[in-house]
């Protein structure tokens, strides 16, 4: 009785029972218990078995209705599910042109389908926006790029002050002499807003070394990006 909470007891089993006496009935009783709790009971002697075997055979059938009930009531909703989302195997379903079974394993296989297309296309889109973002860089000059990154600074000037955007400007535009990128392009990622934060912090702002290399940053240089 595996997934079953509970059973009937007819009332007609009276007329079996009254005819044992009280021992054998309590054996019937406990027979009858083992038996629904799947302990595979052997009955204790020939009377009990044949006094159980006539209600043996209604809980099998009992069961049997059960379990056909259970399967009727998860079937319906796979039959809903199959409706909502792939009406055209369903219509082949209702029209008895597939089996449920074969309707169940062809939405299967859609799905699995739809989930690698998904993440190909998620993958072709990432790559092109790659392969974008490289033509529209390699098509701009340095200087054109070097005010790009300026002007992502802009907003942080309340936050910051000048004096610190400029250092942090002079050096994460800094190339090398004939040099085709400046120093932020050759990083794989650089989020300015957490750059700058991590910057403040750790008071690079008064470390010349990490600014100019040592050198004083010339007046044309701050004056051009703060707007002056």
Not at 65 to 92: C, F, H, M, V
Request: charged share 35%.
């Amino acid at each position: 009785m595996k997934g079953k909470k509970s059973v009937l007891i007819y009332c007609d089993i009276i007329h079996t029972v009254e005819k044992l006496d009280d021992e054998n009935a309590g054996l019937l009783f406990k027979h009858l218990l083992r038996y629904v709790n799947d302990q595979e009971p052997e009955a204790p002697n020939l009377l009990i078995e044949i006094a159980f075997e006539g209600i043996k055979q209604t809980l099998k059938r009992d069961l049997k209705t059960w379990e056909n009930k259970s399967e009727i009531r998860s079937r319906s909703g796979q039959i809903g599910n199959l409706k909502r989302y792939n009406p055209d195997i369903y219509a082949d379903f209702i029209n008895k042109k597939i089996t449920f079974d074969e309707a169940e394993e062809l939405a299967k296989d859609r799905k699995g389908s739809q989930a690698v297309a998904n993440i190909a296309v998620k993958d072709i889109v990432k790559d092109k926006d790659i392969v974008k973002d490289k033509v529209i860089n390699k098509n701009k000059t340095i200087k054109e790029r070097e005010t790009e990154f300026k002007n992502s600074l802009l907003p942080f000037l309340d936050i910051y002050g000048k004096d610190m955007l400029n250092k942090f400007f002079l050096y994460w535009t800094e190339k090398k002499p004939n040099g085709k990128k400046m120093r932020f392009e050759m990083e794989k990622v650089f989020d300015p807003e957490r750059r700058l934060t991590t910057w403040n912090n750790k008071n690079f702002n008064n470390n010349d070394k990490n600014s100019t290399n040592g050198k004083r940053p010339g007046k044309s240089r701050i004056e051009k990006f703060t707007g002056n």
